[in-house]
């Protein structure tokens, strides 16, 4: 994939690359362009040096996977942590953030997972003809 704008839908998937689904700066709509309805997803495509306005939520939480680039992340009590690729941060609801990316040359890239009702349990079945390994 990465040929531009091509998100393969099959029968109870989607796939896609983040180049697909834009170019530059901002947001990739991830959850729209493959059909996620559980939960809201993004990825996010930071300029070099830039710092996104201080948000919160009135419901949903957020999980922040960095994939490429530093990043410093805000927290409503002044705190800040450094993310490096590979880095997590989670963040409740109410609780303000704000990201900067830390390279004055580099595009940084995280992917925000948001959602609200909890976790679900396990619930994964093998598919028939599956055995344990």
Do not use: C
Not at 18 to 42: H, M, Q, S, W, Y
């Amino acid at each position: 994939m990465s040929e531009g704008n091509s998100v393969y839908k099959g029968e109870g998937y989607a796939v896609a690359h983040l180049d697909d689904l834009g170019e530059g700066p901002g947001f990739r709509k991830i959850r729209k362009e493959l059909g996620v309805t559980a939960f809201g997803v993004n990825a996010i495509v930071l300029p070099p040096s830039y710092a996104t306005g201080s948000h919160y939520h009135d419901e949903q939480e957020e999980l922040y996977f960095l994939h490429s680039g530093r990043v410093e992340i805000e927290f409503g009590d002044g705190s800040t942590r450094e993310l490096l690729p590979g880095g997590l941060a989670w963040v409740e609801a109410p609780t303000p953030r704000r990201l900067r990316n830390l390279s004055d040359s580099e595009e940084a890239v995280y992917v925000v997972v948001g959602g609200k009702g909890g976790y679900v349990g396990r619930d994964g079945k093998l598919a028939e003809g599956e055995t344990h390994r």
